[in-house]
């Protein structure tokens, strides 16, 4: 499993955020690549600037189930609605927004080590191996939707 946690895994994910184009079309889904990058700054604010959420009654509640899901399951492509708390952030300018991300990737690494981590919206109560895991996998995700 690849962490976020670790300088490589890390660099190689932001030198493919790096690569995103704009236009490029999606190969599933409904969003743009610049919805896609404005989906993922909510996510990665969940975990680096958390505010109280109300985590959803869920099956990833409960172990092994959440376990599988973080670290296995493969993610549907194109059929969830992602929680509104994930479509929060409007593109606005794509450079900046590019650059936000990145911020928070590395502001997200820098958090290795903390004990208090924040609830995640559908997996509740998560650790940073857990985080670092499932930011990992979301990224990679909708990296590989717009070819990168």
Sequence with gaps: ??????PET??????RIGK???VTPPRWGKMT?????C???DHYNMAVNPK?????????????LKWFAIYHAPIPRGRLKAPEEMRLTKPDNWDQDIDRL??????FAS????TDWPDNIIAGTMDGNSWSALLYRHTIHHLKQFGC
């Design 1 to 6: 499993m690849k962490y976020l946690f670790n």
């Design 10 to 15: 890390r660099n190689a994910l932001l030198e």
């Design 20 to 22: 995103l184009d704009p």
């Design 33 to 37: 690549p610049h919805e896609m990058v």
């Design 39 to 41: 989906h993922l700054i």
């Design 52 to 64: 109280p959420v109300r985590v959803r009654k869920s099956i990833l509640l409960y172990q092994p």
């Design 102 to 107: 990145k911020s928070l990737v590395e502001q």
């Design 111 to 114: 958090m290795q080590g903390e």
